[in-house]
Protein backbone atom coordinates (compact mmCIF):
# COMPACT_ATOMS: atom_id res chain seq x y z
CA UNK A 1 0.00 0.00 0.00
CA UNK A 2 1.23 3.16 -0.96
CA UNK A 3 0.35 6.69 0.67
CA UNK A 4 0.40 10.07 -0.97
CA UNK A 5 0.67 13.55 0.79
CA UNK A 6 0.85 16.57 -0.80
CA UNK A 7 1.43 19.77 0.48
CA UNK A 8 2.09 23.54 -0.91
CA UNK A 9 -1.12 24.96 -1.83
CA UNK A 10 -2.66 28.25 -0.51
CA UNK A 11 -4.03 31.61 -0.97
CA UNK A 12 -1.57 33.31 -3.66
CA UNK A 13 -2.10 36.67 -6.07
CA UNK A 14 -2.59 36.41 -9.33
CA UNK A 15 0.84 36.32 -10.83
CA UNK A 16 2.85 34.73 -8.58
CA UNK A 17 4.13 30.97 -8.05
CA UNK A 18 3.94 27.90 -6.09
CA UNK A 19 5.30 24.57 -5.59
CA UNK A 20 3.69 21.66 -4.98
CA UNK A 21 4.97 18.52 -3.36
CA UNK A 22 3.59 15.21 -3.44
CA UNK A 23 5.69 12.26 -0.90
CA UNK A 24 4.88 8.85 -1.45
CA UNK A 25 5.29 6.55 1.59
CA UNK A 26 4.51 2.90 2.62
CA UNK A 27 5.89 -0.36 1.08
CA UNK A 28 7.34 1.39 -2.40
CA UNK A 29 9.26 -1.21 -5.23
CA UNK A 30 9.07 1.18 -7.89
CA UNK A 31 7.45 4.63 -8.75
CA UNK A 32 6.56 4.41 -12.37
CA UNK A 33 4.66 7.25 -13.66
CA UNK A 34 3.87 10.31 -11.42
CA UNK A 35 1.71 13.34 -12.01
CA UNK A 36 -0.81 15.69 -11.01
CA UNK A 37 -4.86 16.40 -11.60
CA UNK A 38 -6.79 19.07 -10.26
CA UNK A 39 -10.54 19.67 -10.19
CA UNK A 40 -12.00 23.18 -10.18
CA UNK A 41 -15.25 23.76 -8.61
CA UNK A 42 -17.95 22.20 -10.87
CA UNK A 43 -15.67 20.80 -13.52
CA UNK A 44 -14.55 17.33 -14.00
CA UNK A 45 -10.60 16.49 -12.94
CA UNK A 46 -7.93 17.19 -15.17
CA UNK A 47 -4.59 16.32 -16.53
CA UNK A 48 -2.08 18.97 -15.46
CA UNK A 49 1.18 16.93 -15.96
CA UNK A 50 3.17 13.53 -15.67
CA UNK A 51 6.44 12.87 -15.21
CA UNK A 52 8.03 9.32 -15.91
CA UNK A 53 10.36 7.11 -13.53
CA UNK A 54 12.97 8.05 -16.73
CA UNK A 55 12.02 11.73 -16.33
CA UNK A 56 9.96 12.07 -19.39
CA UNK A 57 7.05 15.25 -19.08
CA UNK A 58 4.26 15.79 -20.17
CA UNK A 59 1.88 18.95 -20.16
CA UNK A 60 -1.37 19.78 -20.29
CA UNK A 61 -1.83 22.45 -23.18
CA UNK A 62 -3.48 25.00 -20.70
CA UNK A 63 -0.60 24.58 -18.73
CA UNK A 64 2.36 24.32 -21.04
CA UNK A 65 5.29 27.13 -20.46
CA UNK A 66 3.83 27.76 -16.82
CA UNK A 67 4.23 24.77 -15.08
CA UNK A 68 7.28 22.44 -14.43
CA UNK A 69 6.98 18.98 -13.47
CA UNK A 70 10.07 17.02 -11.47
CA UNK A 71 10.96 14.42 -9.20
CA UNK A 72 13.31 13.44 -7.00
CA UNK A 73 13.36 9.23 -7.03
CA UNK A 74 15.51 8.82 -3.79
CA UNK A 75 12.57 10.81 -1.37
CA UNK A 76 9.95 9.43 -3.17
CA UNK A 77 8.73 12.95 -4.34
CA UNK A 78 6.83 14.77 -7.16
CA UNK A 79 7.04 18.58 -7.38
CA UNK A 80 4.89 20.69 -9.78
CA UNK A 81 6.04 24.33 -10.41
CA UNK A 82 3.30 26.52 -11.64
CA UNK A 83 4.15 30.16 -12.22
CA UNK A 84 2.51 33.29 -13.42
CA UNK A 85 -0.61 32.09 -11.96
CA UNK A 86 -4.08 32.40 -12.81
CA UNK A 87 -7.63 32.70 -11.19
CA UNK A 88 -8.25 29.74 -13.14
CA UNK A 89 -6.11 27.88 -11.89
CA UNK A 90 -8.24 27.99 -8.72
CA UNK A 91 -8.55 24.06 -7.76
CA UNK A 92 -7.37 20.87 -6.08
CA UNK A 93 -4.63 19.70 -7.13
CA UNK A 94 -4.31 16.30 -6.86
CA UNK A 95 -0.47 13.69 -6.96
CA UNK A 96 -1.39 10.80 -8.94
CA UNK A 97 1.43 8.10 -9.33
CA UNK A 98 1.63 4.10 -10.92
CA UNK A 99 3.21 1.75 -8.25
CA UNK A 100 4.26 -1.51 -9.30
CA UNK A 101 4.89 -3.54 -5.82
CA UNK A 102 7.24 -5.98 -7.29
CA UNK A 103 9.44 -6.39 -10.55
CA UNK A 104 6.86 -7.79 -12.95
CA UNK A 105 3.31 -6.77 -11.30
CA UNK A 106 1.14 -4.66 -12.98
CA UNK A 107 0.88 -0.62 -11.87
CA UNK A 108 -1.43 0.13 -9.40
CA UNK A 109 -2.59 3.69 -9.21
CA UNK A 110 -2.85 5.77 -6.16
CA UNK A 111 -4.45 9.12 -5.27
CA UNK A 112 -3.44 11.68 -2.99
CA UNK A 113 -5.99 13.42 -1.01
CA UNK A 114 -5.50 16.70 -2.61
CA UNK A 115 -4.18 19.81 -1.80
CA UNK A 116 -6.19 23.38 -2.43
CA UNK A 117 -4.88 26.27 -4.98
CA UNK A 118 -7.19 29.62 -4.39
CA UNK A 119 -5.76 32.58 -6.84
CA UNK A 120 -6.99 35.70 -6.32
CA UNK A 121 -7.46 38.58 -9.02
Known amino acids: QVQLVESGGGLVQAGGSLRLSCVAS????????MGWYRQAPGKQREFVAS???????NYADSVKGRVTISRDNAKNTVYLQINSLKPEDTAVYYC???????????????WGQGTQVTISS
Open 96 to 110: NVQHQSARFAPPVEY
Open 26 to 33: GTIFKLNA
Open 51 to 57: ISSGGTT
